[in-house]
């Protein structure tokens, strides 16, 4: 098993461009999720899953835009990129929860570094 | 509102040395606090799951206990293979959808 894979693992952006992260993942997860990890500011939740046709916001969801097709992928797009969003991007997938949502043992990928210029 | 904190922010310690590290917490209910371990440049990773006060678990050099406001995740005898930051999540029952982290303990453990 790959477990959660992304791709890009660097990528510059000028401010105004657009792109999309790629998420995927092999363990047949229900919930997936986007985080940016910021120094002193720890993992904020941009928009998750809990199953292929359904996402919905987190904390910090503008500028951000999500589908989910499949149960496997889950890419997030910048849809004008801002130097505010330069970070680091990590998808994480789980099983869902006995009361839904996702059971708090989040697998993670390995990270996207995303520089906006 | 949900709040996770974390204590100290950075630690350092000899090989050997035992020491704890704290995450103190706001949630109106709580459905579990997680610990994870991530080492730079890396995704973080699951250590445990707590549930209720009382419950401790453990693993290698080291154990997670839990009270009804925080969370410590006590080192014993560390190593320089344990040296990562170590971050703290809670859920709360009504948002079952959602992990809250704190900004979590970077811990540097030398020879």
């Known amino acids: 098993n790959a477990g959660v894979t992304q791709t890009p693992k660097f990528q510059v952006l000028k401010t105004g461009q657009s792109m999309t992260l790629q998420c995927a993942q092999d363990m047949n997860h229900e919930y997936m999720s986007w985080y940016r990890q910021d120094p002193g500011m720890g993992l904020r939740l941009i928009h998750y899953s809990v199953g292929a046709g359904i996402t919905d916001q987190g904390e910090v969801p503008n500028g951000y835009n999500v589908s989910r097709s499949t149960t496997e992928d889950f890419p997030l797009r910048l849809l004008s990129a801002a130097p505010s969003q330069t970070s680091v991007y990590f998808c994480?997938?789980?099983?869902?929860?006995?009361?839904?949502?996702?059971?708090?043992?989040?697998?993670f990928g390995e990270g996207s570094r995303l520089t906006v210029l | 509102e949900d709040q996770v904190t974390q204590s100290p922010e950075a630690l350092r310690l000899q090989e050997g040395e035992s020491s704890s590290l704290n995450c103190s917490y706001t949630?109106?209910?709580?459905?579990?606090l997680f610990w994870y371990r991530q080492d730079p440049g890396k995704g973080p990773e699951f250590l445990f799951t707590?549930?209720?006060a009382g419950e401790e678990k453990e693993k290698e050099r080291l154990k997670a206990t839990l009270t009804k406001k925080e969370s410590f995740l006590h080192i014993t005898a560390p190593k320089p293979e344990d040296s990562a930051t170590y971050l703290c999540a809670v859920q709360d029952r009504g948002r079952a959808d959602k992990l809250i982290f704190g900004t979590g303990t970077r811990l540097q453990v030398f020879p």
């Open positions: 994480a997938s789980s099983f869902s929860g006995t009361s839904g949502g996702n059971t708090g043992e989040l697998f």
């Open positions: 949630v109106s209910g709580l459905r579990g």
């Open positions: 707590l549930y209720s």
